[in-house]
């Protein structure tokens, strides 16, 4: 009897240790994403073309711009241009906003620009059609993000 209750005993030790171990198990949870960088992308292709719009266009001149973490690519001022974009908030339409004081035909003959890529982590698509490159460079001139 007594090596009877031993074992009924044991059982039931044994059990409710199974048991209170699988209570104590939680559900895993995978931890959130780390970033990988300590800043946020901005890399950019920047292009000049012939053409009626961004599709469509014959690219003539193309740069690439990176500015984090320090400005670098095949754009001729780079550090000039990361700022002029950083002061823009990265709003490439802010750039084209100025009227041009340059006086120019009105011949048409028209040039695309655009920019393509990431600025601080988010994806830019951007495009603007002037009608000649004298009123492209009317717009732009005072800039450096174009300069190329």
């Given amino acids: 009897m007594r090596s009877t209750r031993s074992r009924v005993g044991a059982a039931a030790t044994a059990t409710a240790l199974a048991l209170t171990g699988m209570a104590t198990m939680g559900v895993a949870h995978a931890q959130p994403a780390q970033p990988t960088s300590l800043y946020a ?14 599709a469509t266009a014959t690219v003539d001149r193309a740069v690439t711009l990176n ?21 823009v908030e990265g709003e490439f339409t802010r750039l084209t906003a100025a009227p041009s004081q340059q006086s120019c035909t009105r011949q048409y003959d ?11 982590g988010k994806r830019v698509t951007w495009s ?11 717009v732009l ?7 190329f």
Avoid: I, Y
């Fill in 141 to 147: 001139s005072e800039g450096t993000v174009f300069a």
């Fill in 41 to 54: 992308p901005s890399a950019l292709v920047l292009t000049m073309g012939e053409g009626m719009d961004a």
């Fill in 110 to 120: 028209p040039v695309v620009v655009t920019a393509d890529g990431v600025w601080q």
């Fill in 67 to 87: 500015c984090a973490p320090r400005p670098s690519g095949t754009h001729p001022s780079p550090a000039s241009a990361c700022k002029e974009l950083r002061s």
């Fill in 128 to 138: 603007t059609t002037f009608g000649n490159a004298c009123e492209m460079q009317g």
